[in-house]
């Protein structure tokens, strides 16, 4: 089961702005510090679909192996596990854990419970139609 946790946006730090805003670096821009929080969250908002393509270029694919070295690290196993993916964006992670179950002998398969938690609800909304579009896959896949 994936939990896609939704309005997060409270989670956000209340604005921190005044008269004494410092500067900082924003691109090649120099914005206020209090502005550079809302810049990065817009650019997430705009990237959220393209999120996957865009590190897969910029990495030139090596993210996802990284992806896969760290959950055959962590190598989840056991009865009732609850992941929670922090910042968890698209649910690369997420996916990648109910790839690795997928991997193990049936018998090994334990219950588990997914939730990808992120403060940008358009990453959220793109992992949501990821895992609606495979949902009915998955569950076959685990009701074998």
């Known amino acids: 089961m994936v939990h896609y946790s939704r309005n997060v946006e409270h989670l956000n730090i209340k604005d921190s702005s005044n008269h004494n805003d410092s500067e900082t670096h924003f691109g090649f821009q120099t914005v206020k510090e209090s502005d550079k929080r809302k810049k990065v969250h817009k650019v997430f908002e705009e990237v959220a679909a393209s999120y996957d393509l865009m590190n897969d270029a910029m990495s030139m694919g090596v993210h996802r192996v990284w992806k896969d070295i760290f959950m055959e690290r962590l190598s989840p196993v056991g009865n009732g596990i609850r992941?929670?993916?922090?910042?968890?964006?698209?649910?690369?992670?997420?996916?990648?854990?109910?790839?690795?179950?997928?991997?193990?002998?049936?018998?090994d398969r334990q219950p588990s419970h997914v939730t990808v938690c992120d403060i940008n609800q358009n990453m959220l909304d793109v992992g949501q139609q990821r895992w609606e579009k495979y949902e009915s896959y998955w569950i076959m896949l685990f009701l074998k």
């Open 83 to 107: 992941l929670l993916d922090m910042a968890g964006g698209t649910g690369d992670i997420s996916f990648r854990y109910m790839k690795y179950l997928q991997k193990l002998p049936a018998s």
